[in-house]
């Protein structure tokens, strides 16, 4: 009797999880998940799903230092100078790079204080980017697609403590300052 109920619960969660998931990726399809609305209406569907640009074009950070850089204007332009160079949001862009400035993105990703996360560890460990945060080519504007709460690491974690070349780990110190 226990047993059936350990089956039937286990049953249940792994249904709740796949229908969540598939919830998730449906909403990424129709683009019902919105992120801000940035500055420049800059498109991750354009530019790392129909152009095919690797991340790390832009975020070349992530697999170098614990942060992921946003690009600097200069990197745009290195295409925009020419490309769409007559449209509204690209002529604003320049705007930002005549003046010597950097667009003013809203963060869309963000971490308390107290806990400690490093993107390169995470890359070269091999895994993907989307892995954390989604199926960005198909997103017109990024929004955060995991919880970010520890469960959400430790999961994760858990999962790879016995991994020979790339162990995770459940130490507290090691995730929080
Ligand atoms: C052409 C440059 C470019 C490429 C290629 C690119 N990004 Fe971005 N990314 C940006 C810019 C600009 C922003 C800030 C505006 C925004 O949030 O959309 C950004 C924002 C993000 C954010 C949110 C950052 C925050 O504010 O917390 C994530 C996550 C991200 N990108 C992941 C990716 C992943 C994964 C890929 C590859 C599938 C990728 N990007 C490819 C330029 C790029
Ligand atoms: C490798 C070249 C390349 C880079 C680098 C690049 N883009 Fe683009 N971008 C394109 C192309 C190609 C298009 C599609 C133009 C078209 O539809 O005619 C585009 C389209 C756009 C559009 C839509 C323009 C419109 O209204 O039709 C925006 C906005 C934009 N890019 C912003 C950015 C920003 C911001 C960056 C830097 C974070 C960036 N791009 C980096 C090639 C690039
Ligand atoms: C193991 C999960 C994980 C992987 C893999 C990962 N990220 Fe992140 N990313 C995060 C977390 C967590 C944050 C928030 C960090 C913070 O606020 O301190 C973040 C933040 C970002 C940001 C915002 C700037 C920053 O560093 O806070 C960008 C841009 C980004 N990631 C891009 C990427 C790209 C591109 C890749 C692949 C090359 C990647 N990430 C791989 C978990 C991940
Ligand atoms: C998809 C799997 C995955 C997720 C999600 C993940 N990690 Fe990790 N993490 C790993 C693996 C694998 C390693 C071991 C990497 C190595 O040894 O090179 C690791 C190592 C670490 C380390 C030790 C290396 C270092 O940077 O000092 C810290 C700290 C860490 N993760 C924090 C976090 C935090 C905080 C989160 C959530 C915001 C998180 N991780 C989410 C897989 C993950
Ligand atoms: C893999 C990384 C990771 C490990 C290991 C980890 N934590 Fe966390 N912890 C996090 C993250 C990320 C948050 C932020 C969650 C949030 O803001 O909701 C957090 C939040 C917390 C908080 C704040 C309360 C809360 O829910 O926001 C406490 C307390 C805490 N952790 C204690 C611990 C203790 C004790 C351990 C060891 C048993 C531990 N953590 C191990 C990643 C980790």
């Not at 509204?88 to 400035?101: A, D, N, T, V």
């Not at 504007?141 to 919880?147: L, M």
Request: proline share 7%.
């Amino acid at each position: 009797m226990k047993r059936a109920l350990v089956l039937a619960s286990l049953v249940l969660i792994v249904l709740a999880a796949g229908t969540a998931a598939f919830t998730q990726s449906f909403s990424v399809q129709l683009g019902l998940n919105r992120g801000p609305t940035q500055p420049i209406n800059f498109s991750h569907k354009i530019h790392a799903g129909q152009l095919g640009m690797n991340c790390l074009y832009c975020h070349y950070g992530a697999e170098k230092s614990p942060i992921a850089n946003l690009p600097p204007v200069s990197t745009c332009m290195g295409c925009h100078k020419i490309a769409a160079a007559d449209k509204p949001e690209i002529q604003k862009l320049s705007g930002y790079f005549q003046r010597g400035e950097q667009v003013p993105w809203v963060e869309v990703y963000w971490l308390p204080d107290h806990v400690k996360f490093n993107h390169k560890r995470h890359v070269r460990a091999g895994i993907e980017c989307q892995s954390c945060h989604g199926p960005v080519q198909e997103m017109a504007a990024v929004y955060q697609y995991p919880s970010l709460k520890m469960g959400w690491c430790v999961s994760c974690h858990r999962q790879k403590l016995d991994d020979p070349v790339h162990p995770a780990t459940m130490d507290c110190v090691v995730c929080h300052h």
